[in-house]
C-alpha cells in the first residue's frame, strides 16, 4: 500500500494567512505546508481540501481511479471545489465498515473531539489510521487488531493520542508514526524533526510518496536522555515534551516538601498541573528502584541537582569533607543504575558553575558535585541537551 501527501499542514495551511507570528515567517520554500489531504493507493482520498487538483499534479498522483472520497472534520469557510470525475465527499458514521470493488477496506472511528478517524486495510492486509486535526480515538480499551503499520495524526496539538495508541497496543516500534495537520503552534524545521524524533514520529514534505510497511525510516527513541540548563531555560518543558506521547509515564519528583515556604509550594503545584492526567507522580530520592524496574513505563526525573542536595543532606556533607565519601559513593550507584537500565528514562539537572564561583564553601561544593555527577550520567546517555532560553541544543 502506498500513499501520497498532498498537503501536511493543518485547516489553513502554514503559514496561515494574514499571520505575522515568527513561524508563519519562517514557512518558506519547502517549509510551506497545504491542508492535509491524502491519497491512498489511488484509491482513497480522504481529505478533500482546496487547491487538491494541482497539489496531485505537482505530486504525480493521477486521480482518476479514485473510488472513495472522505472527510475527516467540519470544513469552515466557502464550499469545497469537486475536480471533475471525483466521487462525491462524505463523512462516513462512526463504525461503518465500507468495503471496496479494489479490495480495500475503510472503516470510520470514533473520535473523543468532533471529526471522524479512518483506518484503511490494504488487500494484502497492510493498515493504515488516519486522525483528523485535534482528535483522538475514542474507545480504545476494545482495541483487538493487530497493529497499524502506518499512523497519520496531529501530534503536535494532540500527543495524547499516540500515547492512547500506545497503550492499547495499536502502535508499536515498527509503526511509522507521521504527523499531520502541521500549523503554526509546530516548531519550524529543523526543530520539528528534532522533537518529533524523540516521540519516535517523523514530518515530511507536502508531496511525499510512503510505503506502508517500510519501517526503515521510523526514529530510534532513545533509552536514556539527559537534559541540562540554568534557571527557568526551559529545560523541564522539554523533558515533559519528549515523554508527552508515551502512556503511563512516572514522573519522579525528587525536591520533596518544605513547611513553611509557600513558593515551593507554588512551584511544585505548576509543575504537576501542566503535567498529563494519565501520568502518575512519585516524591522520591530512592531512584535505584525505579531505574532497576525493566518492565516499568518511562521515568522523567526532575531533577538531579535536588537529588545531589538530599545526598549531600542525609550524609551531613556539607561542612565535613571526609563525609564526602558517602556522597561519591551514592552518585556511582546511581551512575551504575542509569548505564544498566532498560526503561525509557529522561533527567533534568542543572547547568551550574559557568565560571562565577560561589562565594561559600557549600556553594563551591555543591557546584562542583553536582558538575561531576553530570559529566557521569551524560556520559552513559544515547541523548544530551542544553536548553538555553528555550532553545534544546543538542550535545550528544
Not at 174 to 193: G, K, N, S
Not at 339 to 347: F, G, I, N, Q
Request: glycine content about 10%; overall charge negative; proline content about 10%.
Amino acid at each position: 500500500m502506498e500513499l501520497t501527501l498532498l498537503g501536511t499542514g493543518g485547516p489553513e495551511g502554514l503559514p496561515e494567512p494574514d499571520c505575522p507570528c515568527a513561524a508563519c515567517a519562517l514557512a518558506v520554500g519547502a517549509g510551506t505546508r497545504a491542508a492535509t489531504a491524502v491519497v491512498v493507493d489511488g484509491v482513497v482520498l480522504l481529505d478533500l481540501t482546496p487547491g487538491m487538483a494541482l497539489a496531485a499534479a505537482r505530486a504525480g498522483q493521477p486521480l482518476g481511479g479514485l473510488r472513495l472520497v472522505v472527510l475527516s472534520h467540519p470544513h469552515d469557510g466557502p464550499p469545497l471545489e469537486i475536480p471533475p470525475g471525483l466521487p462525491a465527499p462524505a463523512r462516513l458514521p462512526d463504525g461503518q465498515r465500507l468495503p471496496l470493488i479494489t479490495g480495500h477496506r475503510v472503516e470510520a472511528l470514533a473520535m473523543d473531539a468532533p471529526g471522524t478517524g479512518y483506518a484503511v486495510e490494504s488487500p494484502s492486509g497492510l493498515r493504515l489510521l488516519y486522525l483528523p486535526p485535534g482528535c483522538a480515538p475514542a474507545g480504545l480499551a476494545e482495541f483487538h487488531g493487530p497493529p497499524y503499520d502506518l499512523v497519520l495524526l496531529d501530534l503536535v496539538g494532540r500527543p495524547d493520542a499516540l500515547a492512547r495508541l500506545r497503550a492499547a497496543g495499536a502502535v508499536t516500534r515498527t509503526t511509522d508514526v507521521v504527523a499531520v495537520h502541521l500549523d503554526h503552534h509546530a516548531a519550524p524545521e529543523p526543530e520539528l524533526t528534532r522533537r518529533l524524533a524523540a516521540l519516535g514520529a517523523r514530518a515530511v514534505p507536502d508531496g511525499t510518496t510512503l510505503a506502508v510497511g517500510d519501517y526503515q525510516q521510523v526514529p530510534d527513541v532513545p533509552r536514556r536522555t539527559l537534559v541540562l540548563g540554568g534557571a527557568r531555560s526551559g529545560k523541564s518543558a522539554e523533558a515533559e515534551r519528549r515523554l508527552a506521547a508515551f502512556p503511563g509515564v512516572v514522573y519522579v519528583a525528587t525536591g520533596g516538601t518544605r513547611e513553611d515556604d509557600p513558593d515551593w509550594a507554588l512551584r511544585v503545584s505548576q509543575h504537576r498541573e501542566r503535567r498529563p492526567p494519565g501520568w502518575r507522580t512519585e516524591e522520591t530520592c530512592d531512584l535505584l528502584p525505579l531505574l532497576a524496574d525493566a518492565d516499568g513505563p518511562p521515568l522523567l526525573i526532575d531533577c538531579l541537582g535536588l537529588w545531589l542536595t538530599h545526598a549531600v543532606d542525609d550524609a551531613a556533607a556539607w561542612s565535613d569533607p571526609a563525609a564526602l565519601a558517602d556522597v561519591h559513593a551514592r552518585t556511582a550507584a546511581l551512575t551504575t543504575a542509569w548505564r544498566t537500565t532498560r526503561r525509557t528514562v529522561v533527567a533534568v539537572s542543572n547547568e551550574v558553575g559557568s565560571g562565577i564561583v560561589p562565594a561559600t564553601p557549600s556553594g563551591r561544593l555543591f557546584r562542583d558535585e553536582l558538575g561531576r555527577l553530570n559529566a557521569a550520567i551524560s556520559a552513559e546517555s544515547e541523548r544530551v541537551l542544553l536548553v538555553v532560553a528555550g532553545n534544546a541544543v543538542t550535545l550528544r
